[in-house]
């Protein structure tokens, strides 16, 4: 027979929610470290907050995939500021040094997909005037090949509009991405260059030692 959970366990109140989050900022370098288990730190979070560690994994889960949803909106559409309380957390979350993480920067790059998809089917969107002049009219050739002409010459404007557009707009986040490997592999760096010399400093300690 399964143990029953605590009815109030995924209760999540704006205080709790707000509790769990600030905990995560504050335990931030264990979740970015690969060499610390993530379930390991959710143990440690729950306990301060009162939660159960997978309660408290599923509802930043969620709450992370409501964050990238309202980023891809705020970047489509130039907004400068979000009304969800949790959006300046989540931004110190899941920035460095201005710059968003490259799994954020991926999640940007997929959204740019639905956008092209969407324009190229309004510009295959015709009224019903284009399509078809004057219900129950005759027109002459010529009148049907300068309506055809000026609608090719209006998808072919606003097919290049949005070409342009999704290039600038992947080009700003290839150069984004790109300045935050550059700052990944620095630091990456420098922690190999103190672990050499940390471990130097040990190999001396213990050759002194060993003298002594």
């Excluded at 990456?188 to 213990?206: D, G, K, V």
Aim: hydrophobic share 30%; net charge neutral; proline share 3%.
């Amino acid at each position: 027979m399964e143990n029953p959970e605590d009815p109030d366990d995924d209760h999540w109140d704006h205080e709790s929610t707000m509790a769990m989050l600030s905990m995560y900022l504050q335990n931030i370098d264990k979740f970015r470290n690969p060499k610390i288990k993530k379930k390991n730190v959710w143990i440690d979070i729950s306990n301060a907050i009162g939660k159960c560690p997978d309660s408290c994994d599923k509802k930043f889960r969620n709450l992370k995939l409501t964050y990238i949803r309202l980023l891809k909106k705020k970047v489509q559409s130039g907004a400068t500021w979000i009304k969800w309380p949790f959006f300046e957390l989540f931004e110190e979350i899941y920035s460095v040094d201005g710059e968003y993480q490259p799994e954020i920067q991926q999640k940007l790059k997929d959204g740019t997909t639905d956008i092209i998809t969407k324009a190229l089917l309004n510009i295959g969107t015709t009224s019903n005037i284009e399509d078809n002049p004057e219900a129950g009219q005759s027109s002459s050739t010529v009148q049907n090949e300068e309506v055809h002409k000026r609608l090719m010459r209006k998808r072919n404007a606003e097919f290049r509009k949005v070409t342009l557009e999704m290039r600038d707009r992947q080009k700003v986040v290839e150069e984004k991405l790109d300045r935050l490997i550059n700052i990944v592999e620095e630091s990456n760096s420098i922690q190999r260059e103190r672990n050499r010399l940390f471990e130097h400093f040990l190999s001396r300690l213990s050759h002194t030692n060993t003298n002594c």
